[in-house]
């Protein structure tokens, strides 16, 4: 009489290395990171530049009307309420906002999933459109072992301004994971990766992976997880 493996039986027996890749926004965080960045920041380097924020609206209705793209967005909100600022001046603010973040913002579900897969031994990864030069500070704050994120572009003399070196959203995402993966001598086949994530957008990338986890869905990705039979996961909200 044969026997079905169990899910435990199975992972058991599968050598090859298991790699846990998360979303940030409304993921691991309850909420978006990006505007509360650069609202965080203009407040301690350029006060001023709130004035600006009807603009930000009216920038945020373009995209919306799909007038401008997401990369865009976020290179006009920037440029709207940061400027170009010196790196020097910016890094203490990095840090600030990241450990705010930490404090204030990572979902209590979230903390105990990574808390799960780092003891299983799974490399993990956050793998976010969020600007990295504050993505990186909160995944090493979480443990992390990588970051793949959206770049800043660095210009001379030391400056930050409002132009992405790429941006790690929808396909881009899939994409930016598999150069990843490439860079670390890596093929497909010789890992089993797992994906959490809130959005729709993150489809190519959650059916790519061997284990596609749908958490705190929108409504749109819940249907599609439900139709595709992917797990819900309710991470509930941050500690007080």
């Given amino acids: 009489m044969k026997i079905d493996q169990t899910t435990e039986d199975r992972e058991a027996q599968d050598s090859r290395t298991v790699i846990a890749i998360y979303d940030l926004d409304r993921t691991v965080t309850r909420l978006p990171t990006y505007t509360a960045y650069l609202v965080f920041a203009a407040r301690r380097l350029c006060p001023y530049r709130l004035l600006a924020a009807p603009l930000v609206v009216l920038a945020m209705a373009a995209h919306g009307l799909r007038i401008i793209d997401r990369a ?36 209590a579900g979230a903390r105990a999933s990574i808390d799960r897969d780092r003891a299983s031994g799974a490399r993990l990864v956050l ?32 400056h930050v301004e409002p132009m992405l070196a790429g941006n790690v959203y929808a396909a881009n995402k899939l994409a930016a994971v598999q150069c990843w993966l490439d860079g670390q001598g890596l093929a497909r086949g010789d890992v089993r990766m797992r994906f959490y994530s809130d959005s729709a957008s993150d489809r190519p990338l959650f059916e790519w992976v061997d284990e596609p986890v749908a958490v705190n869905p929108s409504r749109r990705l819940a249907r599609l997880a439900r139709t595709r039979r992917w797990p819900i996961e309710d991470w509930g909200a941050p500690p007080a």
């Fill in 72 to 107: 865009q967005l976020k290179g006009v909100m920037w440029r709207l309420l940061l400027g170009k600022v010196s790196r020097s001046a910016l890094d203490p603010v990095i840090a600030a906002f990241s450990a705010r973040t930490l404090a204030r913002n990572i979902r």
């Fill in 127 to 158: 793998a976010t459109a969020a600007h990295e030069i504050y993505a990186a500070p909160i995944a090493q704050g979480l443990g992390f072992d990588a970051v793949i994120a959206t770049q800043v572009a660095d210009h001379a003399l030391g």
